[in-house]
């Protein structure tokens, strides 16, 4: 990256300020006036990305942006790239500084072992290794590569040997019952699976050899098994899937081939991965993005807004970053990202609450300082989580001081639902009682990088600026290159009014296309549909005159728990299955920083009562399912579903009233086919006020 002189401890945003008016003779007063340019000028804006991070290809671009709407614009046109490349190019010069590539701990190591460290050397050995593998299995350019593992090195490994040759990768987090998991690798038709034995989560081991012995016989499209032996689970019986790989004898070659290995040139808008993002209907969305949009995009959201890579790590080892997530989020994908820029990735595997149970496997303990514990231990210097996570050390009191030395965390970063004022003010005064201990960051408080963007572009349309104030409860920016409004029902952009997030201009990490669409009618419908031409990405926004944005939660009925995203449409496949289930309807009630709320109304057959049984099944269903993340807080059992006259199920109009809003605003009751089972959804809001 090129770097111009600059005072000590200078923010990302302004040395590529700085770099404008040097390079480029831009000079802007103000972050608005910078932001204006940048969603006005795209070919300027982008090309100045590519410049500034020093992107290569071997051939030139004719056109940045060729002006297309969207969703049909293209980027960079005749210019070649691969997100391997983009990383593996680091690894010399981060090994002679003696940077790790990937550092990673557990459940059941921390505290017990020294964190993993992968080196720079060894990930582009094991990446080379990996590669040469599945181009001997015959992956080619195109082909599919799905995986089903946890949050540790070797997802990191096997996605960049992926990419690396042209195959399209696709993960899922092996919390993820065999239903989810098929109801997403089914439609993409992969032609390898990486797969593991098991994971630990909450303080129980979880064997997946079965699940993933019912993905393989259900993916006629499986040609090559890789195992990776997370749980080091000996295989027996019906697990035992005869002929597959070993993942470590698949990465353990070491000869003249793997050191003269490097990525394909592909072309600039490749296929790089298929991520899934859930609406209320229909299977789980299969959106690909492309090699280098989704490279773009992450390099000026993760250095220049999110600050990592900056010139002031307090750490002699350089800047470590962590954001903690599953490999089911799109946080994974962001954590990944680090790599880009030759920066260590921290990973933790396992529940963020560190549970732990009794030796009847019974009795659950819930310790929230896991994750910090794990940032002392491990040196992080951006420490990312869900709002969630903020709020449950809040709430339990959790004693930083007592955490170990977390002197080198200079940022905190929160995405996955709005961040409490109450929560951002807890770390706030916990950092400050670091500092007065004598660690904690320099020059001020602890600053909140707090984000708010989608599976949907892989990126942020909202987050962070070094430079401009921290107001609690509020996002500080619209970022660079995206031109992010509320809109009205109208259509109208409007100010410290809450209404759509809309983005008018294209992006480049924006979809290529959902994976077997024809005429791209469910990617149109997706984000299209209301304001033609324009994206509607499903959340409700107010931007402030100072240009600070506060998001107030989702304005469709997708469930977004946890910063997980899974559609409704899901969980009623696997309580719907049930004998005793007749109907279902459940919503998401997270909203502006209060604790994630999701009820579930279920119809049972005549003569049963929602009981201790009943329920213990339904938490089942989901459970094994979907994830133990979408058990809901609350089952009721109701007479009726809402629906309209032509048959759906009135989920927003339900969690709008139930979020406060008036039963006459919410619905139209001459449009419904029941609307005399609206009095109980009434009483129940009544109830909640």
Not at 239 to 256: I, K, Q
Not at 269 to 295: A, C, E, F, R
Not at 443 to 462: E, L, P, Q, R, Y
Not at 569 to 598: F, I, T
Request: net charge negative.
């Amino acid at each position: 990256m090129t770097q111009t002189k600059t005072p000590p401890f200078a923010p990302q945003i302004r040395l590529y300020q700085n770099w404008l008016r040097e390079q480029r003779g831009h000079a802007f007063d103000t972050y608005d006036a910078l932001w204006r340019w940048s969603t006005t000028d795209l070919n300027a804006f982008w090309q100045s990305i590519w410049d500034y991070f020093d992107l290569h290809s071997p051939t030139p671009h004719g056109l940045v942006c060729d002006g297309a709407p969207m969703p049909d614009t293209r980027w960079f046109v005749g210019a070649q790239f691969n997100y391997a490349h983009q990383v593996l190019r680091h690894a010399p010069a981060a090994h002679a500084a003696g940077l790790s590539a990937i550092i990673s701990h557990n459940e059941k190591t921390l505290g017990d072992q020294p964190a993993r460290q992968l080196s720079w050397p060894e990930l582009r050995r094991q990446v080379a290794s990996l590669a040469l593998y599945l181009l001997a299995e015959g992956v080619q350019p195109g082909d599919r590569v799905a995986a089903y593992l946890p949050n540790i090195p070797e997802a990191m490994v096997a996605f960049l040997a992926t990419v690396s040759i042209g195959g399209v990768w696709s993960i899922c987090a092996p919390d993820m019952g065999s239903n989810a998991v098929l109801d997403r690798f089914r439609q993409i038709e992969p032609k390898v699976l990486i797969a593991c034995d098991g994971m630990t989560y909450g303080g129980r081991d979880l064997d997946r050899r079965v699940v993933v012995a019912e993905l393989c016989a259900a993916l006629p499209s499986v040609q090559q098994v890789i195992m990776y032996k997370n749980l080091g689970l000996v295989a027996n019986g019906s697990e035992n899937l005869a002929g597959c790989t070993d993942f470590t004898l698949a990465t353990a070659r070491d000869d003249a081939q793997t050191k003269a290995f490097e990525p394909l040139w592909l072309p600039f808008d490749h296929p790089l991965w298929i991520v899934y993002s859930s609406g209320t209907t229909g299977l789980p969305k299969p959106i690909v993005h492309g090699h280098g949009g989704t490279v773009l995009v992450a390099l000026a959201l993760k250095c220049l807004h999110n600050d990592i890579g900056c010139s002031y790590a307090p750490n002699s080892l350089g800047e470590r970053y962590h954001w903690y997530s599953s490999t089911g989020w799109v946080m994974w994908n962001a954590q990944l990202s680090g790599l880009l820029s030759g920066t260590t990735c921290c990973l933790f595997d396992g529940s963020p609450g560190g549970r732990s149970v009794d030796a009847a496997g019974n009795k659950v303990t819930t310790d929230w300082t896991t994750l910090w514990r794990f940032a002392a231990e491990t040196g992080v210097t951006f420490f990312g989580a869900g709002a969630a996570f903020y709020a449950n050390c809040q709430k339990t009191g959790v004693d930083l001081t007592a955490c170990g030395d977390l002197s080198t965390i200079r940022a905190l970063g929160t995405t996955g639902s709005p961040l409490s004022a109450e929560a951002e003010a807890w770390g706030t005064e916990q950092f400050r009682k670091l500092k007065g201990a004598g660690v904690g960051e320099r020059g001020g408080d602890i600053w909140w990088c707090n984000i708010s963007g989608g599976t949907d572009f892989c990126g942020a349309f909202i987050g962070g600026n070094r430079e401009l104030p921290l107001v609690p409860g509020e996002m500080q920016c619209r970022l660079l290159g995206c031109a992010v409004q509320a809109w009205n029902e109208q259509g109208e952009p409007v100010t410290d009014e809450v209404g759509e997030l809309v983005c008018s201009q294209p992006i480049p990490s924006m979809p290529l296309y959902f994976w077997g669409d024809m005429g791209n009618q469910r990617y149109l419908s997706s984000y299209f549909d209301m304001y033609p031409g324009v994206w509607r990405h499903g959340d409700w926004l107010k931007v402030g005159r100072n240009g600070g944005c506060v998001i107030y939660g989702r304005s469709d009925a997708t469930i977004h728990r946890y910063g997980l995203r899974m559609g409704t449409s899901e969980l009623y496949s696997a309580v719907e299955a049930l004998p005793e289930v007749l109907d279902s309807m459940v919503v998401d009630l997270e909203y502006l920083g209060r604790e994630s709320y999701m009820p579930l109304f279920v119809v049972l057959r005549e003569g049963l009562m929602l009981n201790d049984v009943v329920r213990s099944k339904i938490v089942e269903a989901i459970k094994t399912a979907l994830s133990p993340r979408f058990v809901p807080n609350e089952i009721f059992q109701v007479a009726e579903i809402p629906r309209t006259l032509s048959g759906k199920k009135q989920e927003l109009p339900i969690k709008k009233l139930l979020l406060g809003q008036p039963i006459e605003k919410v619905v139209n009751r001459e449009a419904m086919a029941n609307p005399a089972c609206l009095d109980w959804y009434v009483a129940l809001a009544r109830s909640r006020q």
